[in-house]
């Protein structure tokens, strides 16, 4: 009898010349994709840290109010060709005069004219470190600079943890398997629709084998044919009752056919 392959690429598995048989999964693909949204994420989150002005947070836990006067205000530009605000307001702390600066929305910058007097707060524990209540909101850029992006990052360093691992324990099960062959039975073809509408073709196989322990095993495998590979090995050219199949055996619920 003739052995026809459902993957060809299994050859050379089948010949002791590959150490591992042809594996039709999304594994490299969610690999792929852990690591390109990890990565990116995680650069977005290391610029947040550095952009974050956690000498705010000594404000928050020990703020006292004050009267500031705008002393300069400038417009700059930023990488990604936006105009950025600022205004640099002095306020005195025990008799000393401190000066700070802090970006502002445009409103607030058209409106704080030299002299301009204005409400801030800065920490009891460091004064130099101030901010104009009504110009900074830290819970907004928390949220948008750090916890997204660490989120996204535990995101993609969980698909990929997920992918590797399931790429892993593929590749044990396939160290104890055992290649037999076995005998088809039954070959037909039909089409269907899956949750999108879309149609498709699948092709189910029934097969029979004898385990290496001795048992007769009867089983089918159903092959949804959207691969193109697989229209032409099991819709063109079809297997028949007169072909045997090479099965990787793990148990009699974990067999694969190569």
Request: aromatic share 10%; proline share 4%.
């Amino acid at each position: 009898m003739r052995l026809h392959l459902i993957y060809p690429g299994n050859k050379a598995y089948i010949q002791g010349k590959a150490r591992y048989p042809f594996h039709p999964s999304d594994a490299g693909y969610f690999i792929a994709l852990g690591l390109v949204v990890a990565l990116f994420s995680l650069l977005a989150l290391l610029s947040g840290l550095s952009k974050f002005p956690w000498q705010l947070i000594l404000v928050i836990l020990a703020p006292v109010n004050a009267e500031a006067r705008v002393v300069d205000r400038l417009a700059t530009t930023d990488s990604g060709g936006r105009t950025v605000y600022y205004i640099v307001y002095e306020y005195v702390v025990n008799d000393q005069r401190l000066t700070n600066r802090q970006s502002v929305s445009q409103d607030i910058y058209a409106r704080a004219k030299q002299g301009t007097r204005l409400q801030i707060e800065y920490s009891r524990i460091a004064p130099n470190a101030a901010r104009i209540p009504s110009a900074v909101n830290l819970l907004d850029m928390f949220f948008f600079q750090i916890a997204i992006p660490l989120f996204l990052t535990l995101v993609g360093l969980g698909i990929l943890a997920l992918a590797l691992y399931g790429e892993a324990n593929w590749r044990r099960r396939i160290r104890r398997a055992k290649l037999i062959e076995g005998q088809v039975l039954q070959a037909w073809t039909g089409e269907g629709k899956d949750s999108d509408g879309a149609r498709y073709t699948a092709t189910v196989l029934r097969v029979r084998f004898q385990t290496p322990q001795g048992r007769i095993i009867e089983g089918r495998k159903s092959y949804n044919t959207y691969d193109q590979r697989l229209r032409k090995r099991l819709i063109d050219h079809p297997p028949s009752t007169e072909n045997t199949v090479a099965i990787l055996y793990v148990d009699d619920k974990n067999w694969e056919l190569l």
